[in-house]
């Protein structure tokens, strides 16, 4: 059977968890662990060779780390960063937990990313913390589950962890293969199928919808969404794209009642009275990324996680803070931001205590 007759008849019901300690201690259960773990990421494309030249196994994406965890009851713990000060490029000290169903640590790591690395020399703050954090996630789960990608034919080494390595051969470049359904071009937005694919189900995985899209094909997901946006690849802006794929996501998730589920956990997101992409610099010098850093920064310090996480998610929450604030971006003092996010974390803290403390 080849690997792609093996991705169509991926069958997500057949995947059922036991405990690491059960599976440590059977050799048939991990042995199948091993199987679903390989059939998961070759079906979602998440094994990339490093180098065509260098025979060596593939290297597996964070996701199918998380996947793997999931098939022995464990996920990801708290995560975070701090700025290493004092050095001569935007540096980040990184570090991630991973815990089993009980919340027990089973595993933590370290890392770090910072602008004298290739990719990350021009992109927001934002990406290099959020890279950093990627990067001590893989270490953990490596520290824990490291056997099971060996079983299944892929390295040990988390695929972040080797993207910007390099060796007296040159530098090493991702190997991404290329997705028929969705022709990559000289477009807009600049970003490949292959890039906004694998952006697509970290956001399913996110919202807990990954399972339900038919017959797991992602592609076809995709090019639903924007046919119903009336979007084309080519000539589409990235927000649109974003847009389009959140609306089906949207509907996915009513359809398996998780909307209904969020909406009575947390408060009701206003629409922002200000749109701050769209401003100039504004008088207290700070940019989004700088500000969206610190405020991530407070809402860790008290253990907030809101459900988007991402750049995108952080600048929805600071919005949110200032219209509750009554503060305008481009006006406000620094310290009026910042006591405003202040505020606005405490009330969403509250907020949460207090639905638990009804149920």
Known sequence: MTEQTEEKKLDFKSFETHSLKEVMGNAKLMEAKAKQLREFAIHFDLAKALDKNRPEAPHIMIE????AGFLCQLRGGSSGYE???????????TWAEIVDADGNVVARAESMCDRSEKNWKTTSSYAVASMGITRAQG?????V???LP????????PWEEMVNLESDAGTYQPQRAANPNIKDATTIHGMTSDQFGNWVVSLLNREG??????NGDISTFVKSSMEKAGLKWDTAQKVQLEK???????LLKKEDGIAEAEAAQEPAAEKPAVNLEDMETPEHGMTMDQFGVWTQGVMETVGLKIT?????GISQFIKLGLQHGKLDWYTATEEELKAAIRAYTDKVVKYAQDEVGTE
Request: charged residues 20%; positive net charge; hydrophobic residues 55%.
């Open 209 to 214: 919808v990954l399972a339900k899209v038919p």
């Open 150 to 157: 060996l079983l299944a034919g892929f390295s040990a080494t």
């Open 139 to 143: 270490k953990a789960w490596r520290m």
């Open 83 to 93: 700025v290493i000060p004092d050095v001569p490029v935007e540096r980040y000290r």
């Open 308 to 312: 988007d996480m991402s750049p995108k």
């Open 64 to 67: 199918a780390w998380q996947f």
């Open 244 to 250: 389009a794929v959140m609306t089906q996501v949207d």
């Open 145 to 147: 589950l490291g056997f």
